[in-house]
């Protein structure tokens, strides 16, 4: 069985690998990330099991990050602040936050709340042994760990680039992306000449999915832009 990865991520280099000095040893894959744009590169692409955030980051705040997980992801989040004001902790866990630990703490307390949580989480899914994510767009569930996707009862067959075309998109609700990021994103090298490449893995997956160019119901084009989900 897979182990669990927990995402540690805060602008204090120190503090990240102290807590993943007090983790090693708990049967956790970890994995560290130093501002908000990592961290968002990481839950992208990887089946983040537990994530402990800081707030305060360069580029993409904790914030930010959270209210944007909660938008295809209900793993656990511990969020981690020098903040001391009540109305600060009341903002985190408002926008989707599961914990919150202010500094200075004391790892252990840290290890204790990361393990109360993923309890909690195994235990309010049962089925879902390997901690992965079920995405749900509308009629269509995007199953990250097992890459597949049914409409209703129904299987699409996608291959895998057209997987991760979608996966991209969906857990990017709202952002476009030309054609050359998609490319860069999901085959991994520059998009120097990929020609129609994406245009036709996108009419491919529009086929899949049963979703009409002309009056879409997942994937939109922005003409002259690109490509996205709506929120």
């Given at each position: 069985?897979?182990?669990?990865?927990?995402?540690?991520?805060?602008?204090?280099?120190?503090?990240?690998?102290?807590?993943?000095?007090?983790?090693?040893?708990?049967?956790?894959?970890?994995?560290?990330a130093y501002d908000g744009i990592e961290c968002a590169e990481l839950?992208?692409?990887?089946?983040?099991?537990?994530?402990?955030?800081?707030?305060?980051?360069?580029?993409?705040?904790?914030?930010?990050?959270?209210?944007?997980?909660?938008?295809?992801?209900?793993?656990?989040?511990?969020?981690?602040?020098?903040?001391?004001?009540?109305i600060d902790k009341v903002q985190g866990l408002t926008i989707g936050a599961d914990d919150y630990i202010t500094k200075p703490f004391h790892p252990l307390e840290l290890v204790a709340r990361i393990k109360a949580q993923m309890r909690r989480f195994t235990q309010l899914n049962p089925h879902n042994e390997n901690h992965g994510?079920?995405?749900?767009?509308?009629?269509?569930?995007?199953?990250?760990?097992?890459?597949?996707v049914t409409k209703g009862e129904t299987p699409c067959q996608l291959t895998p680039k057209e997987f991760d075309i979608l996966l991209l998109l969906v857990q990017n609700r709202g952002q476009v992306f030309s054609s050359e990021t998609i490319f860069e994103k999901v085959w991994k090298e520059a998009a120097y000449e990929q020609d129609n490449t994406i245009m036709v893995h996108i009419r491919k997956l529009r086929e899949k999915l049963g979703d009409d160019a002309r009056k879409p119901k997942y994937i939109h084009t922005v003409w002259g832009v690109g490509y996205k989900i709506e929120k």
């Open positions: 069985m897979e182990r669990p990865k927990i995402l540690i991520v805060d602008d204090d280099q120190e503090i990240v690998d102290l807590i993943e000095l007090y983790l090693i040893g708990e049967n956790y894959d970890i994995l560290k839950l992208h692409n990887h089946d983040i099991s537990l994530l402990v955030l800081d707030i305060m980051m360069p580029h993409l705040d904790g914030l930010t990050i959270c209210k944007n997980l909660r938008e295809y992801s209900n793993i656990p989040v511990i969020m981690v602040t020098a903040k001391t004001n009540p994510t079920t995405i749900v767009l509308k009629d269509l569930s995007i199953n990250t760990l097992e890459h597949t």
